[in-house]
Nanobody, 121 residues
Framework: QVRLVESGGGLVQAGGSLGLSCAAS????????MAWYRQAPGKQRELVAQ???????NYGDSVKGRFTISVDNVEKTGYLQMNGLRPEDTAVYYC???????????????WGQGTQVTVSS
């Protein structure tokens, strides 16, 4: 069964750093675009960072210069390095990817299970 498995996250003080990872497991033929979203209580889910896997990245305005997305296409794993964390970065972070399962030619959308990031002031 193809799925995305997230790890990382946790509690950190303001100004600190955390890293998240998102691994595609199961019979995956190809990893396409990957993105990280977050959702804080009472707020809509928002895009944090996106990568097309071949060098093009986009970031939400609030995280530019602090967060870095990267993708290892061989390991089919994505990463989000978060530096200079602020209390307003507190949210559940979800990875999102377009994966093509083995035996298929059609990429499909997959979401990770979500991981909590809490930044204390």
């Amino acid at each position: 069964q193809v799925r995305l498995v997230e790890s990382g996250g946790g509690l950190v003080q303001a100004g600190g750093s955390l890293g998240l990872s998102c691994a595609a497991s199961g019979s995956v033929y190809r990893l396409g675009t990957m993105a990280w979203y977050r959702q804080a209580p009472g707020k809509q889910r928002e895009l944090v960072a996106q990568s097309n896997g071949i060098g093009t990245t986009n970031y939400g305005d609030s995280v530019k210069g602090r967060f870095t997305i990267s993708v290892d296409n061989v390991e089919k794993t994505g990463y989000l390095q978060m530096n200079g964390l602020r209390p307003e970065d507190t949210a559940v972070y979800y990875c999102h990817a377009m994966l093509t399962p083995v035996g298929s030619e059609i990429p499909r959308v997959y979401w990770g299970q979500g991981t909590q990031v809490t930044v204390s002031s």
